[in-house]
């Protein structure tokens, strides 16, 4: 599907939530990650997917990136994220990254989160630029910043997740890479939108 085929008025409010069954299957399956990974396992994992992310993005350039392209939905996105350019994917792990890394922080002293964490919240600008390029690669390197600064994440305090239910700071870490997986496929998905109306290529 191309952009110009539908109004993003048309997608499910910001906040909607996913499928029933998505997220049930999601639940065990962000769970059974959390029980198997170690803290280097799940930094590794941010670190290649953010790697990939960047190396994506660099592939277009500062008009194609600002197109939003309509996509089919891929499983752990909301409808209403399906009508996103390739620097509003950006803007969103870049928010999702800098709120993590605050929850993590504050998990880890063994002190509570103050903010509800809310889907509807960490939406992206609609007016990206490529700036957000450098403003993600800057909340990579803050994240493992702080991660290594942590040492050993907390297990005592936790903060809820509004799929995913109460987590602790080593699930939050976990989350992230998983997260950054998730949009990676995103912006493969838009990239190929582009290439199909010959915005990009």
């Avoid at 996105?77 to 890394?101: A, K």
Wanted: aromatic content about 8%.
């Amino acid at each position: 599907m191309s952009s110009d085929t539908i109004s993003a008025t048309l997608l499910q409010p910001p906040g909607a939530g996913l499928p029933a069954f998505e997220l049930a299957w999601l639940k065990i399956y962000f769970r059974c990650i959390c029980a198997v990974s170690s803290r280097n396992a799940a930094m590794h994992r941010f670190k290649r997917e953010a790697e990939k992310i960047l190396s994506l993005a660099r592939t277009v350039s500062a008009t194609e990136g600002t197109v939003p392209v309509l996509i089919d939905r891929i499983s752990g996105i909301e409808d209403s994220s399906r009508y996103w350019s390739v620097y509003m994917v950006l803007d969103h792990l870049r928010i999702v990254n800098e709120g993590m890394t605050q929850i993590i922080d504050d998990l880890s002293h063994d002190r509570p989160f103050a903010q509800e964490v809310r889907i509807q919240d960490v939406k992206p600008h609609v007016a990206s630029s490529s700036e957000t390029v450098d403003r993600f690669m800057q909340s990579v390197t803050n994240y493992e910043a702080t991660i290594d600064r942590l040492g050993t994440l907390g297990h005592r305090v936790r903060h809820p997740h509004p799929w995913f239910g109460p987590m602790t700071a080593h699930d939050w870490h976990c989350l992230a890479g998983i997260h950054h997986w998730v949009h990676r496929r995103q912006i493969e998905r838009v990239k190929q939108g582009l290439e199909a109306v010959g915005v990009g290529g």
